[in-house]
């Protein structure tokens, strides 16, 4: 039987992302009847419904990309209590003309992590809230929220401990 597909979405888009970091780590760690692979959502234009008859190529080509993986992992920060806007975009984009979602069906996790102590649960439990009305059917448990992430990486952005690594 061939690995399942993980499409790996990072919500943030910078450099040292420590969820790019994490997301790479998983990645590296992950069961081998999983295949996990970043897809980028940096490119995508801003989602506008008027171009939903028309949309832009790299809107489509985002889609045509998603649709080749079987379940979808977000692993992302927490803005002001919510995801990203960058991560919003991708939602909307991948979602649109409205019954033409490529997210629609499939399975998803979200995994928030966060220098900070509470680990991005806002923004968890926000991207949880949508992914309800992508019908995309979310694992529950365990959920994952990762504070003090910085003192978790070294400075190659590999997890530093057994103990971490394991959980």
């Known amino acids: 039987m061939s690995a399942k597909k993980v499409a790996v979405i990072v919500g943030s888009l910078r450099k040292e992302s420590f969820n ?53 992992l977000f692993v992302t920060p927490e803005y002001n209590r919510s995801v990203p806007g960058v991560l919003k975009n991708a939602i909307d984009a991948g979602s649109r003309p409205y019954g033409k979602s490529v997210w629609s069906g499939k399975p998803a996790a979200v995994m928030s992590v966060s220098p900070g102590a509470i680990g991005g ?11 309800v009305f992508l019908n995309m059917p979310c694992m529950q448990q ?21 103990a971490t690594r394991d959980f």
């Open 20 to 72: 790019r970091k994490v997301a790479n780590e998983l990645i590296a760690l992950g069961a081998p009847d999983l295949a996990g692979e970043i897809v980028e959502i940096g490119q995508l234009p801003l989602y506008n419904q008027d171009d939903d008859d028309n949309p832009p190529a790299a809107s489509t080509a985002f889609k045509q990309r998603l649709a080749a993986f079987d379940a979808v």
């Open 121 to 131: 649960f806002g923004a968890n439990h926000h991207l949880r809230q949508s992914l």
């Open 142 to 162: 365990p959920e994952a929220y990762i504070g003090g992430i910085a003192a978790m990486l070294d400075d190659r952005g590999k997890i530093k401990s057994d």
